[in-house]
């Protein structure tokens, strides 16, 4: 199957700096990619979807502000969390499909850690 | 936004095959139903995926009723490696993104 891959997969990081996640489809061209966060023992919620070459598509709730996607090619997402907060401390996953109708395949997961 | 309801948690022993239903009522005509596998810290693994009838792979089958309202995920033979959170979803069609919405998953807890 399709390969996605995320840099790093953890991370920890002091209150107030911000931490910049990778996404990157390995042997497949992604024109969509997804953002997820899940908290332990929950299931994963749709942070944002992002295209290739446009502005991403947030989730109600989601800050767009605090929460920055780049999909700035189509084997490359990045997501951004700024001045993050300790309640920001999740494990964050991304998803990649390469057309419309096509099955998502997903990252191994980030866990981010703010003191 | 189609939704899907699954059983919470089941229990299995080694050995046993095992089926996890999923109801979703408000399919629609274009949504595939699909399947994912997640263990503890990573990201959810596609196990199958179908439109109606059977489909079978070398982990799984999945069987679909003509309404499409729900569909089973049958595990044969479990082992202890199976242990894990299992995902029915469906798209959503509506968007043209047709992004996938979790839900609560089932927790499948495998015994010797």
Same mark, same amino acid.
């Given at each position: 199957?399709?390969?996605?891959?995320?840099?790093?997969?953890?991370?920890?990081?002091?209150?107030?700096?911000?931490?910049?996640?990778?996404?990157?489809?390995?042997?497949?061209?992604?024109?969509?990619?997804?953002?997820?966060?899940?908290?332990?023992?929950?299931?994963?919620?749709?942070?944002?979807?992002?295209?290739?070459?446009?502005?991403?598509?947030?989730?109600?709730?989601?800050?767009? /502000?605090?929460?920055?996607?780049?999909?700035?090619?189509? &084997?490359?997402?990045?997501?951004?969390?700024?001045?993050?907060?300790?309640?920001?401390?999740?494990?964050?996953?991304?998803?990649?499909?390469?057309?419309?109708?096509?099955?998502?395949?997903?990252?191994?997961?980030?866990?981010?850690?703010?003191? | 936004?189609?939704?899907?309801?699954?059983?919470?948690?089941? /229990?299995?022993?080694?050995?046993?095959?095992?089926?996890?239903?999923?109801?979703?009522?408000?399919?629609?005509?274009? =949504?595939?139903?699909?399947?994912?596998?997640?263990?503890?810290?990573?990201?959810?693994?596609?196990?199958?995926?179908?439109?109606?009838?059977?489909?079978?792979?070398?982990?799984?089958?999945?069987?679909?009723?003509? /309404?499409?309202?729900?569909?089973?995920?049958?595990?044969?033979?479990?082992?202890?490696? /199976?242990?894990?959170?299992?995902?029915?979803?469906?798209? =959503?069609?509506?968007?043209?993104?047709?992004?996938?919405?979790?839900? &609560?998953?089932?927790?499948?807890?495998?015994?010797?």
């Amino acid at each position: 199957g399709a390969v996605v891959s995320q840099h790093p997969s953890r991370v920890i990081c002091k209150s107030g700096t911000s931490v910049k996640i990778e996404c990157r489809s390995l042997d497949f061209q992604a024109t969509t990619m997804f953002w997820y966060r899940q908290f332990p023992k929950q299931s994963l919620m749709l942070m944002a979807t992002s295209n290739e070459g446009s502005k991403a598509t947030y989730e109600q709730g989601v800050e767009k /502000d605090k929460f920055l996607i780049n999909h700035a090619s189509l &084997t490359l997402s990045t997501l951004t969390v700024t001045s993050a907060h300790p309640e920001d401390s999740s494990f964050y996953i991304c998803s990649a499909r390469q057309g419309s109708g096509e099955t998502q395949y997903f990252g191994p997961g980030t866990r981010l850690l703010v003191l | 936004l189609a939704k899907t309801t699954q059983p919470i948690s089941m /229990d299995s022993y080694e050995g046993q095959e095992v089926n996890i239903t999923c109801s979703h009522n408000n399919i629609a005509t274009n =949504d595939y139903i699909t399947w994912y596998q997640q263990f503890p810290s990573q990201g959810p693994r596609f196990i199958i995926q179908g439109y109606k009838t059977k489909v079978t792979n070398e982990v799984a089958s999945l069987f679909i009723p003509a /309404d499409r309202k729900s569909s089973t995920l049958s595990l044969p033979r479990v082992s202890l490696s /199976d242990t894990a959170v299992y995902y029915c979803l469906v798209g =959503d069609s509506g968007t043209g993104f047709q992004k996938l919405v979790f839900g &609560t998953g089932t927790r499948l807890l495998v015994s010797p």
